[in-house]
């Protein structure tokens, strides 16, 4: 299988680390490693200073995978697949689909999460949102059809914000276990409604044909750690999981599950670091938005720290954000590397950075305003 360019991949790389200002980074504020040991307890940290880099279990250490499943309502360590998030999206595609196979996705969305599909052969249809963002899911039902194997969904979605109610959530997984089609739910953004009646459940404890990805990136502000994991019930997906892991990393790094271990035993102090980052940052933003309303057409996201505004430009959206970036140095990213047709962009707040970037951006429209 030949596979295509990963378009925001390849954006990101032009300057992501030259641009001073990154007005659209969906992790939250990245922590040092002294703020993370300083959460440890003694035994833990004892373990860390103690570690031997040495080739690890497979599946991923067994005191991290207890961690994890308490993130759950019925997973098991058993039942966890410790990898890296990319990682977890291309096996499970390669695993789950053959040619021919018919995929239905949440779009726009993370590239990997529908091209790979397609990059395999399969016909991918798109569940588009709303003009207000919102997903429908009745245009989901009218995409599936007798041949459909899968559905991808992405809630709290990348790049909009957007959430769906637990009850069409349930719908969801009802139509699947009625037609037997499987599940891949990437929940990178989990825990990070901003109003927690809002919370939905993993799809892997709502439905035993699912798999759910997660990890520590977004809402644990631990990137660099590239440690996530892929949850089944399903004993078959997880052995096919197993073995194509077995071509890609083989085994995980030990220093990455250790201080993912520290962090899964301090989450809940870490998810309201980030929430309480998101939401003083969203204020500020939406102010923003709202003083440029000539520039902006502003629909506030429900959850997570990325929002996707649609842009008033002239030119296209691909010129203002190349200038913006090499101009002022604020990074924004284009619809076109969502494939997206609409005139949007991803603009992220769970960064600390975000005031002087705002006040970076609002000098470029004043002199675009002159």
């Known amino acids: 299988m030949k596979v295509s360019p990963f378009k925001l991949e390849r954006y990101f790389d032009k300057y992501e680390f030259s641009a001073p200002h990154l007005l659209s980074s969906s992790d939250c504020e990245p922590l040092q490693l002294n703020e993370l040991m300083g959460m440890a307890d003694d035994q833990t940290r004892h373990e860390w200073e103690t570690l031997k880099l040495g080739y690890t279990e497979s599946k991923g250490d067994h005191v ?24 977890g999206i291309f096996i499970s595609m390669n695993a789950l689909l053959e040619k021919g196979d018919h ?29 207000g963002l919102a997903f429908q899911v009745e245009d989901l039902k009218a995409l599936i059809t007798d041949k459909t194997k899968l559905i991808v969904i992405n809630f709290p979605h990348n790049p909009t914000g957007a959430l769906i109610s637990k009850d069409e959530l349930q719908g969801i997984v009802d139509m699947a276990r009625e037609k037997d089609i499987v599940v891949f739910s990437d929940e990178m953004y989990r825990f990070m409604e901003y109003d927690e009646k809002d919370r939905l459940p993993s799809v892997c404890d709502l439905y035993e044909n699912a798999i759910s990805l997660f990890g520590l990136s977004k809402t644990f502000g631990l990137p660099g750690l590239r440690m996530g994991w892929l949850t089944t019930r399903n004993k078959n997906f997880m052995q096919e999981l197993v ?38 940052n969203l204020t500020l933003l939406e102010g923003f938005a709202h003083r440029h309303q000539e520039w902006f057409i502003w629909k506030t996201p429900k959850a997570g720290s990325i929002a996707f505004p649609e842009l008033r430009v002239k030119g296209t959206v691909m010129e203002f954000c190349q ?3 090499r101009t002022k140095g604020v990074m924004l990213l284009p619809h076109d590397v969502y494939d997206f047709a609409r005139p949007h962009v991803r603009m992220g707040f769970g960064r600390t950075s975000l005031p002087s970037a705002l006040k970076a951006f609002e000098g470029y429209l004043a002199e675009k305003s002159t």
């Open 243 to 280: 073995t194509f892991k077995d071509y890609t990393t083989i085994c995980n790094n030990a220093p990455g599950e250790k201080l993912g271990t520290i962090a899964l035993q301090n989450k809940d102090k870490l998810i309201a670091r980030s929430l309480g980052i998101i939401k003083g």
């Open 323 to 325: 200038d913006l970036v």
């Open 64 to 87: 991290f995978r207890k961690e994890i499943s308490k993130l759950y309502t019925s997973i098991s360590p058993e039942e966890v697949l410790v990898l890296v998030p990319e990682e």
């Open 103 to 131: 995929v239905v996705t949440t779009f726009p969305g993370y590239q990997s999460l529908y091209q790979v599909a397609e990059d395999i052969g399969c016909q991918v249809s798109k569940w588009e949102p709303d003009q």
